[in-house]
């Protein structure tokens, strides 16, 4: 205020950076944002919101913001400011080029989960009708798409089953690969209030499932009745101990078995788990974790009246993510904790879209709706909508498009909101597929590192400068308003809208709502949904359709979406990333409160004064063991290379264990990584690399 003087207007809208989806107040003065306050009448925060949502903003008007379309034929040339026409024609010219000299298949693109519905619904639009094939994906594909693997097998379809609310009557909490503290701080708060007892009940109980010691193990009132520290990469392992115990000591929920699963898969799982190699005692030299303390936290959920389970990617970035997505659900089922307030599934989405643009559409074998592109009733929908055929075969995934660019048989990309050479494991072999690719189009804020090897430069627009919707962790779908005039000139929709006529296609949509009724109309689950609707009511969580007028807080209730619950067994299998003497300890990774992601936003807005530079984090005997002290700078090197970090010595993680934070780009996080991936998705392993960390004299 002091700086830009008193809001002369304000607008209602949703945070960009967390799944949380907090709503706050826009206070303007002019074009200029004065201040954000977080709005009481929020359903998802209640008035409450952290340093991210408050403070993270000023990227808005940063002064590396592009405003003006770029192309260049080669990317050693010097990029060329040229108008909307000539940028946009020249990349739908490149596409048909492209497509008419190496195939159909050679194109594709990547959506973000920063952006809203309506322009991830648009992306996958102009793939599958435009460019005629199913190659598109999202940045989820490398943080929740085992989220979608795992709960479409056991429940259904791909959606946390409680809403935010439904934490106030759960009686056991348990956290299993995630850090609410810091990456969903305002959940947490509600998370926390009922950990410390409200409403004149006892505290519900904690369970921490985490290599590493997370703040909310113990914080002011709150102590965790078990923190369970397991290797990395053992959380099947840990999963299958805990079914073994309910199972063997007879506390599954036969009566809830019966009614609502299928009773024969549950007896071959049963039988599974039961075996005596999966007693806690016989995987206590695999998880590390203590057998009693084990089996203590499996009876305490199995017995805990209302049970809860939250993950994060500490679950799914793993290459058993899906399968451990899957053994959190059958311990939900086994102990009959699906279905009613208080207990449930429920993955904390990183991304503010994660939630929202999977159910539009963009993985390359889905439809809006979670409907596979191979289900010819789903296909005919669309194509009687669009006026074109739908590929029946799965287009390529990000890791399979940038194979097949390293293989010269794909050749451009439109990727919009995601910097896949900062944020996808393996980094040296993305630049070499965006290399060998004829023409990269990147759709961004920001020239970010992916444009390096871009030819065309299309600005984009942050969430104050759209309308639109996003879709929470929770399922819940909220308004994001246009506050400021897009400095660029035009929204993302806009941009994708202008690509699509520019390659022929004859879309007319005036504003996103037009877009969200395509969107009702084509997804049963969103059937309900429209501009008009969220206005009045605030937000929806879906499904809303005729079976659901007002939205489904919880899921699941009287049957599972798929009808019975399905057990699936998941074999522990270990990762392919070993250590040995070269590489002997196991690095993981996790994010601060203030800044998100790799940073691209938050390093621009004062939120910077909290946290400089990320550090490694090393358990006290690994340090002395390499003569290593508090703030020293070290070579953390993995069998995909090496970078340079300053090292913090804390009994926060185990002996063997090292853990960094990967928000400012000097900390090349993912020139470490490894290339292992999930089994069933290839969601990336980040969360486990074989490294080594010795003394250096620094960058
Ligand atoms: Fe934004 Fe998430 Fe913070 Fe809420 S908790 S203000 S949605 S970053």
Same mark, same amino acid.
């Given at each position: 205020v002091a700086e830009i003087g008193l809001p002369d207007r304000t607008e209602i809208t949703t945070c960009?950076?967390?799944?949380?989806g907090c709503t706050f107040r826009a206070e303007m003065r002019g074009e200029q944002l004065v201040r954000m306050v977080p709005w009481k009448d929020g359903k998802a925060n209640r008035g409450h919101s952290c340093v991210k949502g408050r403070f993270a903003w000023g990227y808005a008007n940063h002064k590396d913001r592009i405003t003006q379309p770029m192309i260049r034929r080669n990317i050693d040339e010097p990029w060329k400011e040229v108008s909307w026409d000539e940028a946009l024609s020249y990349a739908a010219n490149e596409i048909k080029r492209i497509q008419s000299e190496y195939g159909r298949n050679s194109v594709g693109g990547i959506t973000s989960s920063r952006c809203t519905n309506e322009e991830t619904f648009l992306i996958q639009k102009l793939i599958r009708a435009g460019f005629g094939n199913n190659n598109v994906d999202t940045c989820a594909r490398v943080c929740h798409s085992p989220t979608g693997y795992g709960l479409a097998k056991t429940f259904g379809t791909s959606a946390g089953t409680q809403d935010f609310d439904s934490v106030e009557q759960s009686d056991v909490i348990m956290v299993i690969g995630a850090n609410p503290t810091d990456g969903h701080p305002v959940f947490a708060s509600r998370m926390k209030r009922r950990l410390r007892g409200i409403d004149n009940r006892p505290p519900a109980k904690l369970i921490v499932i985490d290599p590493r010691r997370i703040d909310l193990v113990k914080s002011p009132h709150i102590e965790a009745e078990y923190h369970l520290p397991l290797q990395p990469g053992t959380n099947v392992a840990v999963l299958t101990a805990m079914a073994h115990v309910i199972v063997t000591e007879g506390l599954a929920d036969e009566e809830f078995i019966r009614e609502r699963c299928d009773w024969d898969e549950y007896m071959e799982w049963a039988a599974f788990v039961s075996?005596?190699?999966?007693a806690p005692e016989n995987l206590e030299p695999v998880t590390k974790v203590i057998a009693k303390d084990l089996r203590e936290a499996a009876r305490l959920f199995a017995t805990g009246n209302n049970s809860a389970i939250y993950y994060g990617l500490g679950v799914t970035e793993h290459s058993q993510g899906s399968s451990t997505v899957m053994a959190i659900a059958n311990l939900a089922m086994a102990t009959g904790n699906i279905g009613r307030e208080g207990v449930g599934v429920n993955p904390l989405r990183g991304q503010n879209n994660v939630q929202g643009a999977c159910d539009m559409g963009s993985f390359p074998h889905e439809l809006s709706g979670y409907r596979h592109v191979s289900d010819a009733s789903a296909r005919a929908l669309f194509e009687a909508d669009w006026g074109v055929a739908i590929d029946p075969e799965p287009g390529l995934r990000i890791p399979n498009m940038l194979d097949a660019a390293v293989d010269g048989e794909f050749k451009a990309l439109y990727v919009q909101g995601e910097d896949i050479l900062q944020s996808d494991p393996n980094t040296k072999h993305v630049s070499a597929g965006l290399a060998a690719m004829e023409c990269v189009i990147v759709h961004d804020l920001f020239l970010n590192e992916t444009a390096n090897y871009a030819h065309v430069f299309l600005p984009g627009s942050t969430f104050l400068e759209k309308d639109g919707t996003f879709t929470n962790a929770e399922r819940r779908i909220q308004l994001v308003n246009k506050v400021m005039t897009p400095i660029s000139g035009m929204e993302d929709w806009e941009v994708t809208q202008a690509l699509a006529n520019a390659m022929g296609l004859e879309w007319d949509y005036r504003h996103p709502s037009e877009i969200m009724d395509e969107i009702a109309r084509l997804t049963p689950t969103f059937a309900g949904v429209n501009f008009d609707k969220l206005r009045e009511e605030g937000s929806l969580q879906w +499904? /809303?359709?005729?079976?659901?007028p007002d939205g489904? +807080? /919880?899921?699941?209730?009287?049957?599972?979406v798929r009808g019975k619950g399905r057990f699936v067994v998941a074999d522990y299998v270990p990762t392919d990333e070993k250590t040995g003497p070269r590489f002997p300890l196991l690095l993981t990774t996790g994010r601060i409160l203030s800044h998100y992601n790799v940073g691209a936003q938050t390093r621009r807005t004062k939120n910077t004064v909290w946290h400089k530079e990320d550090v490694l984090e090393m358990h006290p005997s690994d340090a002395e063991n390499r003569g290593l002290h508090d703030g020293d700078w070290t070579k953390l090197s993995s069998r995909s290379g090496e970078t340079t970090l300053k090292i913090q010595i804390t009994d926060r993680v185990a002996p063997g264990v090292v853990y960094t934070t990967f928000?400012?780009?000097?900390?090349?996080a993912n020139v470490v990584t490894t290339e292992h991936s999930d089994w069933a998705t290839n969601c990336p392993e980040y969360k486990v690399t074989a490294v080594q960390v010795s003394a250096s004299n620094g960058p």
């Open positions: 960009a950076y967390c799944g949380v075996d005596d190699r999966h +499904p /809303v359709n005729d079976g659901a489904s +807080p /919880v899921m699941h209730v009287d049957s599972f928000h400012h780009p000097a900390t090349q």
